[in-house]
């Protein structure tokens, strides 16, 4: 019986790794253009930004070849930041925006990058393993209708709940 629930336990853990249905990471992607200081524009709720505002994303080189993230927000009803350290590496080859991430343990999920300003990396949508989680970061607090529009008309194509879409209040 055990070994039937750990084996339950692993393959469940293996669809955190997934990549949504029409999805297809980023080619050529350059890390070290993506590292650094993100703003999260928009997203989709889940409860471990519930209620976040000003929510940023740092990434930068790890000793061990992988990737620190360092995810914080601002928590408005406690009146204090809160932050969430994690680590991140790659699932197939570095030119690919397909990476593994966690925040606690062994525990993995999926982030994808699916679309990127190619020039200077200015924004990003980015998705998780499923269409339940969906971001969209710039390196500015705000971006223009533009993107905003192409982000949204993007994701609505590719099933995501485009309605329920959070716009983070960056000050």
Known sequence: MKKYILLLALLSLGG???IPQTI????????????????????????FERGLSQVTAEYSMRSDGGVSVLNRGYSEDKNEWKEAEGK???VNS????YL???FFGPFYGSYVVFELEKDNY????VSGP?????????????????????????????????????YVEQK
């Open 24 to 47: 297809q990471p980023v080619q050529q992607f350059e890390l070290e253009k993506y590292l650094g200081k993100w703003y999260e524009i928009a997203r989709l709720d889940h409860s």
């Open 122 to 125: 200015d924004y990003a949508f």
């Open 94 to 97: 570095k030119n690919e925006a």
């Open 100 to 102: 593994k991430v966690s």
């Open 130 to 166: 499923n269409n339940d989680y969906l971001w969209l970061l710039s390196r500015t607090p705000t971006v223009s209708v533009e993107i905003k529009n192409k982000f949204k008309q993007l994701a609505q194509s590719h099933g995501f709940a485009v309605e329920q879409l959070i």
């Open 88 to 90: 991140a590496y790659f």
């Open 16 to 18: 955190c790794l997934g």
